[in-house]
T-cell receptor
Framework: AQSVTQPDIHITVSEGASLELRCNYSYGATPYLFWYVQSPGQGLQLLLKYFSGDTLVQGIKGFEAEFKRSQSSFNLRKPSVHWSDAAEYFCAVNPLGGYNKLIFGAGTRLAVHP | EAQVTQNPRYLITVTGKKLTVTCSQNMNHEYMSWYRQDPGLGLRQIYYSMNVEVTDKGDVPEGYKVSRKEKRNFPLILESPSPNQTSLYFC?????????????FGAGSRLTVL
């Protein structure tokens, strides 16, 4: 079945440490890929997106993501986490089925220790 | 400021009492959509609209209605709410309905049905 998997429900890192959030998808063709962040009590903010081209994508707030076709993955990374990065992160795909529908992973909640 | 505005942000109601969650965007977007967010499930699409008077079901439409009489507004109607509709609801819009358009999300409406 078509799906988006975020294997880590909760992740805790220390401030200043590096971060990698995993995302895998199962679709026949390469979909459009997105990462969104949801801060407590807030809506979803787009961090970055991949449509085609360079497989390393830069986003806002110092985040980047790498698309790996062979692994059907689109992992989110940040070299040095700040306390303000504590939030829930969602990977999402648009399966290119026609209209603008996003399929979301279950989310990864990030906690940052001082 | 370009934005998607949802009201109310918080609502507690009782089973069977009809309610409407409003959504309005000021970006002249053609495409609008509603999602619900539940723990462990991410966001799932309820309904979407490609343009005025054009609406269609998403993945979880049961118990919901929508209308699109004006381009800027896309209300979500719960005719007879039930406790399983307790959730966090997001409205989103994009310039057009194709998958290459980035969705802008509202801040969310937290609904509790007793």
């Amino acid at each position: 079945a078509q799906s988006v998997t975020q294997p880590d429900i909760h992740i805790t890192v220390s401030e200043g440490a590096s971060l990698e959030l995993r995302c895998n998808y199962s679709y026949g063709a390469t979909p459009y890929l997105f990462w969104y962040v949801q801060s407590p009590g807030q809506g979803l903010q787009l961090l970055l997106k991949y449509f085609s081209g360079d497989t390393l994508v830069q986003g806002i707030k110092g985040f980047e993501a790498e698309f790996k076709r062979s692994q059907s993955s689109f992992n989110l990374r940040k070299p040095s986490v700040h306390w303000s990065d504590a939030a829930e992160y969602f990977c999402a795909v648009n399966p290119l089925g026609g209209y603008n529908k996003l399929i979301f992973g279950a989310g990864t909640r990030l906690a940052v220790h001082p | 400021e370009a934005q998607v505005t949802q009201n109310p942000r918080y609502l507690i109601t009782v089973t069977g009492k009809k309610l409407t969650v409003t959504c309005s965007q000021n970006m002249n977007h053609e495409y609008m959509s509603w999602y619900r967010q539940d723990p462990g499930l991410g966001l799932r699409q309820i309904y979407y609209s490609m343009n005025v008077e054009v609406t269609d079901k998403g993945d979880v439409p049961e118990g919901y209605k929508v209308s699109r009489k004006e381009k800027r507004n896309f209300p979500l109607i719960l005719e007879s709410p039930s406790p399983n509709q307790t959730s966090l609801y997001f409205c989103a819009s994009s310039l057009q309905g194709s998958g290459a358009n980035v969705l802008t999300f509202g801040a969310g409406s937290r609904l509790t049905v007793l």
